[in-house]
């Protein structure tokens, strides 16, 4: 079974500075992908980030950059220069396929960028 | 706009209702997953379909019934419901199964409230 930790359900961050989202996750599958999705207010949840175990580098998209420690089972997301436009809930999930895709989730932070 | 449509956005029922939430994609995919997203609480997966057969059911109460008539439309039948039903009904689709890296699509959801 997987499990998926977000130890800090909101979080705050002046406009232009970094901020970064703790997550932690559990898991007996040897391969398994991670993922950021983001909830802003309008409700849809859409992809941040993306990352593969197998491979060491952190996977970056813009602002967006991941810190993957597979060791200690540790998946934080980075946010650089932050934009009110990043105001939004954010989970972290897992998915190790297996006989179903199924991405488990965790319970969600909520950022909050203050100009 | 992620290319999955839920309607109604929100409802309001009572107890003795029948009510049914609709899900459609437009993206080809044929892996379609209902969510209950609780305040305070992880993503719930609900129901998985795969190619129109239902592959997953998390142990959800029968007073939900999913149907899924194709793979582009994915429906979630409601009655009887209680109080503690009320949330936010997310719909997904993917790519079929054992795609583990593959992204999941939401919808915006349904908020229901059970009265």
């Known amino acids: 079974a997987q499990t998926v930790t977000q130890s800090q359900p909101e979080m705050s961050v002046q406009e232009a500075e970094t901020v970064t989202l703790s997550c932690t996750y559990d898991?007996?599958?040897?391969?398994?992908?991670l993922f950021w999705y983001k909830q802003p207010p309008s409700r849809q949840m859409i992809l941040v980030i993306r990352q593969e175990a197998y491979k060491q580098q952190n996977a970056t998209e813009n602002r967006f950059s991941v810190n993957f420690q597979k060791a200690a089972k540790s998946f934080s997301l980075k946010i650089s220069d932050s934009q009110l436009g990043d105001t939004a809930m954010y989970f972290c999930a897992s998915n190790s396929g297996g006989s179903n895709y199924k991405l488990t989730f965790g319970k969600g932070t909520l950022l909050t960028v203050n100009p | 706009e992620t290319g999955v449509t839920q309607t109604p956005r929100h409802l309001v029922m009572g107890m003795t209702n029948k009510k049914s939430l609709k899900c459609e994609q437009h993206l080809g995919h044929n892996a379609m997953y209902w969510y209950k997203q609780s305040a305070k609480k992880p993503l719930e997966l609900m129901f998985v379909?795969?190619?129109?057969?239902?592959?997953e059911n998390n142990s959800v109460p029968s007073r939900f019934s999913p149907e899924c008539p194709n793979s582009s439309h994915l429906f979630l039948h409601l009655h009887t419901l209680q109080p503690e039903d009320s949330a936010l009904y997310l719909c997904?689709?993917?790519?079929?199964?054992?795609?583990?890296?593959?992204?999941?699509?939401f919808g915006q959801g349904t908020r229901l409230t059970v009265v």
């Open positions: 379909y795969n190619f129109k057969e239902q592959t």
């Open positions: 898991t007996s599958e040897s391969n398994y992908y």
């Open positions: 997904a689709s993917s790519q079929a199964r054992r795609v583990m890296n593959t992204e999941a699509f």
